[in-house]
């Protein structure tokens, strides 16, 4: 009679994992795997955290470094004679002697000398957008909390500006909010973030109706910051304007170029 056991020849047990083994096993893959993803994670939020960060240094740098080079020949009137700058806490349109780039490609014989260039600054979005004369708009800053622009009149800071009522600021003040507020708070004077509309008439919001009122709200509520609340601009510069005081020759109104040198207009 021939007896087998469960062992084959050099003694070696045949039988495989116990159910218990087989849990643990696939405990310590599974453990593995949730390890290796929350590591992917981690790195691809910092690849994207540290994108968002230098694409926010980069465009900060470009809006300042424009704007000074345009205040630095800013003159109070533009080639049509309307106000060279024009401004809020937000907006700011800023006419200077020169040529516009779009507009030197389409004609060689303009001079810089009678010509007239502006730029516009404004938010759109959640971020800050830039234009050359009337052309398109270009995002300039993907992401901004907070945008503010002022301007000094020799005495004091004023919110507001017109040079063809009181000719060319003494300087400019612009400054950027980058990063978030504490609390989630907002500028009390940025524009209220909105939402978009909901359609009652569609079938997923029946029963709804009655919270319409409430839900159409085109305003997400959220906390203003009081000024003594503000946190401090994660970018700010002060852009000087030479001889705020002085005259401006209209372009349209001489029959030659006006005299005034960079940063010249009254």
């Known amino acids: 009679m021939i007896h087998t056991t469960g062992r084959i020849r050099g003694g070696r047990d045949?039988?495989?994992?116990?159910?218990?083994?087989?849990?643990?096993?696939i405990?310590?893959?599974?453990?593995?795997?949730?390890?290796?993803?929350n590591l992917l994670d981690d790195l691809s939020d910092s690849r994207r955290r540290t994108r968002d960060r230098l694409e926010e240094i980069e465009g900060s740098t470009l809006m300042l470094d424009?704007?000074?080079a345009r205040l630095s020949v800013a003159t109070s009137?533009?080639?049509?004679?309307a106000s060279g700058i024009v401004g809020d806490r937000?907006?700011?349109?800023?006419?200077?002697?020169?040529?516009?780039?779009?507009?030197?490609?389409q004609d060689?014989?303009?001079?810089?000398?009678?010509?007239?260039?502006?730029?516009?600054?404004?938010?759109?979005?959640?971020?800050?957008?830039?234009?050359?004369?009337?052309?398109?708009?270009?995002?300039?800053?993907?992401?901004?909390?907070?945008i503010r622009f002022r301007y000094h009149d020799?005495?004091?800071?004023?919110?507001?500006?017109?040079?063809?009522?009181?000719?060319?600021?003494?300087?400019?003040?612009?400054?950027?909010?980058?990063r978030p507020w504490p609390d989630d708070a907002r500028a009390s004077w940025m524009p209220a973030p909105m939402t978009d509309p909901i359609d009652f008439a569609d079938e997923s919001f029946d029963g709804m109706a009655e919270f319409a009122d409430f839900l159409e709200s085109d305003t997400i509520e959220s906390e203003v910051a009081a000024d003594d609340e503000?946190?401090?601009?994660?970018?700010?510069?002060?852009?000087?304007?030479?001889?705020?005081?002085?005259?401006?020759v209209n372009p349209s109104e001489a029959g030659e170029p006006p005299s005034d040198g960079p940063g010249g207009g009254g």
């Open 154 to 178: 020799g005495d004091d800071w004023r919110d507001s500006w017109d040079s063809g009522q009181d000719g060319l600021p003494a300087a400019v003040e612009a400054a950027i909010w980058s």
């Open 77 to 81: 009137a533009d080639a049509a004679g």
């Open 27 to 37: 405990g310590f893959i599974l453990a593995i795997i949730m390890v290796a993803g």
């Open 66 to 68: 424009l704007l000074a």
């Open 14 to 25: 045949r039988r495989g994992f116990t159910l218990l083994e087989t849990l643990v096993a």
């Open 90 to 105: 937000i907006s700011l349109r800023v006419t200077g002697s020169g040529v516009m780039l779009s507009r030197l490609t």
């Open 230 to 248: 503000i946190p401090p601009p994660d970018r700010i510069r002060i852009m000087s304007i030479l001889d705020p005081n002085s005259a401006t």
């Open 108 to 146: 060689a014989s303009l001079s810089p000398l009678v010509d007239r260039g502006s730029l516009e600054f404004e938010p759109q979005g959640d971020g800050l957008a830039i234009r050359e004369g009337e052309g398109p708009w270009t995002m300039l800053i993907p992401r901004v909390t907070a």
